[in-house]
């Protein structure tokens, strides 16, 4: 299924591994992603530096690890991911531990070039693969009623050092309304730059959803559940005041503690000037009709 959307990106803005230098043609039919140009929102998207391989893969927020940016680089490698399963339950007409070789063989993986914003005010632009989680879903059947999709991060305390801190309620968990997640642009990872994604940054499987803060794109998922009522989230049960359900991009809605209407690019320097926040992370022409209506200061 070939699909469209405004924020055009290339190879050119991706933030690459070293050995990434021959700009080859997406796989998947990029012509048919329509992923042929960049878009330019601004002055300040141009001329960017690519960053290296080891940034993108040692500059993470995984706080089952830890709570610095090295420390998921440092002792991800403790997580064992083969085998892995998901269990996918609640409001679903198959519900069920479902093996991840099985699901990858009914999948179709695709390289998704896109951009990334945490809410920390920091920004990348990842290549992923991976599939569309409304794939995955439809594999299991959403019953009529569903109205949000719950997931779950591992929780293994003997390969995972960071759980034995309380920083958050554990194991971390995530949510999205549910035409949030059947949306295209909404993918499973698994992998990046045509490689398995690495353990830092989410091995074997994990949620992307590029309109949203980085958090919302839940790690190494374990479960996946269907649900009526809107389920809880890690960070907004931790700190409500400062993480919302939706947790959209939005230049125009600070968080308490910093601005969100500018951010700074991995890899351009101390001194690289700070680039302009794009609404909905560049993705407005593609999911604002998702929240006709919405208070989006309100509902942030």
């Not at 391989?53 to 709570?67: A, L, P, R």
């Not at 599939?131 to 109205?147: I, P, S």
Request: with cysteine; hydrophobic share 40%.
């Amino acid at each position: 299924m070939a699909h469209r959307w405004s924020n055009k990106l290339t190879h050119a803005d991706v933030t690459p591994r070293a050995a990434f230098l021959n700009r080859r043609q997406v796989i998947a039919g990029l012509g048919g992603l329509g992923l042929t140009g960049l878009a330019k929102p601004g002055a300040a998207q141009e001329g960017l530096e690519p960053n290296t391989w080891e940034e993108i893969t040692s500059y993470n927020n995984f706080y089952e690890f830890g709570t610095r940016k090295d420390d998921p680089a440092k002792y991800a490698g403790a997580l064992t991911t083969e085998p892995w399963a998901i269990e996918i339950d609640g409001m679903v007409e198959r519900p069920g531990e479902y093996d991840f070789k099985d699901v990858m063989a009914e999948m179709t993986v695709e390289e998704r070039i896109y951009r990334f914003r945490c809410v920390e005010a920091w920004s990348m632009v990842i290549p992923w693969n991976g599939f569309e989680l409304a794939d995955l879903l439809n594999m299991a059947g959403v019953q009529e009623g569903a109205k949000y999709v719950a997931f779950e991060t591992a929780l293994r305390p003997d390969e995972m050092p960071g759980v034995q801190f309380p920083v958050l309620d554990w194991p971390y968990r995530e949510g999205l309304r549910l035409d949030e997640a059947m949306h295209p642009l909404t993918i499973i990872a698994t992998g990046i730059y045509d490689r398995p994604i690495p353990n830092q940054n989410g091995a074997p499987l994990r949620l992307v959803v590029p309109w949203k803060y980085g958090f919302k794109s839940i790690k190494s998922i374990v479960r996946i559940s269907l649900t009526e009522e809107e389920p809880p989230t890690s960070w907004n049960m931790a700190i409500p005041g400062e993480y919302g359900f939706y947790s959209n991009v939005n230049p125009n809605v600070d968080h308490p503690r910093w601005s969100q209407a500018s951010e700074r690019r991995i890899g351009g320097g101390l001194f690289a000037k700070r680039e302009p926040t794009l609404m909905f992370n560049g993705y407005e022409e593609e999911v604002a009709d998702l929240y006709d209506g919405m208070d989006l200061a309100k509902n942030y």
